[in-house]
């Protein structure tokens, strides 16, 4: 098999290549093909995912390359990483809606509109090249954020898409720690949208341990997701940490206000990496790799690979999927997050129990907005900017809007197709 990673550059490819490195007997890859434009970081971060390999005993052949021809031609599955503009765009994303009293963040609200914009024109055109080179039966599995925005586009062209974050992976192995148990025992009911998301069954055998966490764990669950106990207690469920953004929004901004944007942080830390992956002593995972995010990302990334190419009967993974009825109050073609099944045919949401309106008012505020925010995203103007804007639960009034809008595309007129030269 042939695995090829867009963005491969990315400090986070030796994560991937070491889980593909611990699943030899499991995954056939024999060749990973790393694309990215920056031959410095390639020159770095592909040498050492090869040591990682050769280190664990894998088979597998490192290639790097600056073309994405080349690297996606033959590709059983394609796995998209890639961040448009680097940390410098990201820094902008989470310091330019604080001017206007709002949250700083790269995926959410204006911050996280900034990316769809610069990010959807980009992976469509890689996707066509997939589709072209390696054909249309060819897996995309979509890493990229915003990943539900980014992920409907790709499905809207046809593409034979999927979307992945390490939220839900992320909570299945905290809880089993806590609860003393095999991760994979762990079935969580996981519903929401992409960054926007809550559990509200943590099953284990069959039975469930969620009211064991709300009652025995709720502050450490608070401390780890930084939202109060007694909210989730009231609740009945546990919420992402991104709902951190909307339930103390204000407290988030103030902090923000005061702290360095977590993109010179993360900037810091790949600049640390890059110099032990430059190292050729060095072949297992630096602990430092745990301070970029993305924690377990490796792990599911290639399960779902696995599942999608492995032809062994469909496996249960938390997936970025069209919601075909499983929220019956958002359209078909929306991408929800939920429990799937996944197989050779992508991914078929499991049977959802009626969502309770403390939540499913939010979920559908915000679908709207993502349907907003890819229709700027695909055809651009300010107007559509302003409107996606005004509909995002975060914003919410005209001129505020229309002011983040202006800014918006001020801090990227060189990353927008529509605005750059203009």
């Given amino acids: 098999m042939k695995l090829t990673v867009v963005g491969g550059g990315s400090t986070y490819t030796p994560e991937l290549v070491d889980g593909i490195a611990g699943r030899r007997t499991s995954l056939a890859v024999d060749e990973i093909v790393l694309v990215d434009p920056d031959q410095h970081r390639l020159g770095l971060v592909g040498p050492f995912s090869q040591r990682l390999l050769d280190h664990a ?7 790097t390359t600056s073309s994405l021809e080349e690297g996606v031609e033959g590709a059983s599955a394609v796995l998209l990483q890639l961040r448009v503009g680097g940390q410098k765009a990201r820094a902008s994303d989470e310091t330019f809606p604080l001017t206007c009293g709002c949250v700083g963040q790269e995926t959410t609200g204006a911050g996280g509109l900034a990316k769809a914009l610069r990010t959807v024109p980009v992976v469509l055109d890689i996707a066509d090249e997939v589709r072209r080179l390696a054909g249309p039966d060819t897996w995309i599995v979509n890493f990229t954020n915003p990943v539900g925005i980014v992920t409907r586009a790709l499905l809207q062209e046809g593409h034979k898409a999927i979307g992945l974050c390490n939220v839900a992976i992320t909570f299945q192995r905290w809880t089993a720690a806590l609860l ?12 929401g949208l992409n960054h926007l998301t809550w559990e509200r069954g943590v099953h284990v055998d069959g039975v469930d341990r969620l009211p064991e966490l709300l009652r025995d764990h709720v502050e450490g669950l608070a401390e780890h997701i930084g939202i109060d106990g007694a909210l989730m207690r009231r609740l009945n469920m546990v919420p992402s940490y991104y709902l951190n953004y909307f339930y103390n929004h204000d407290a988030v901004v103030k902090k923000q206000l005061n702290e360095p944007p977590r993109a010179e942080v993360v900037a810091a830390v790949e600049k640390e990496l890059l110099d032990i992956y430059g190292d050729p002593s060095v072949v297992t995972k630096p602990e430092q790799l745990g301070q970029r995010g993305g924690a377990y990302y490796s792990e599911a990334a290639v399960q779902l690979v696995h599942a999608l190419t492995g032809g062994e009967g469909a496996e249960r993974h938390v997936v970025n999927v069209r919601n075909n009825g499983s929220l019956p109050f958002l359209p078909d073609d929306a991408v929800v997050e939920v429990s799937s099944t996944v197989d050779s045919n992508g991914g ?8 309770e309106p403390s939540i499913s008012g939010l979920i559908s505020h915000v679908t709207a907005y993502e349907y907003l925010a890819l229709e700027a995203a695909r055809h651009g103007g300010r107007d559509r ?3 996606a804007l005004l509909a995002h639960p ?3 009034q005209h001129a505020l809007a229309d002011r983040l809008a202006d800014e918006l595309i001020a801090q990227n007129r060189d990353l927008l197709p529509w605005v750059k030269g203009n």
Avoid at 180 to 191: I, K
Avoid at 348 to 355: Q, Y
């Fill in 385 to 387: 900017v302003a409107n």
């Fill in 57 to 63: 005993g894998h088979p597998a052949k490192v290639r």
């Fill in 394 to 396: 975060l914003i919410g």
């Fill in 348 to 355: 078929t949401p499991l049977p959802v129990r009626p969502v």
């Fill in 180 to 191: 003393g148990v095999d991760p994979s025992t762990v079935e969580l009911e996981h519903v």
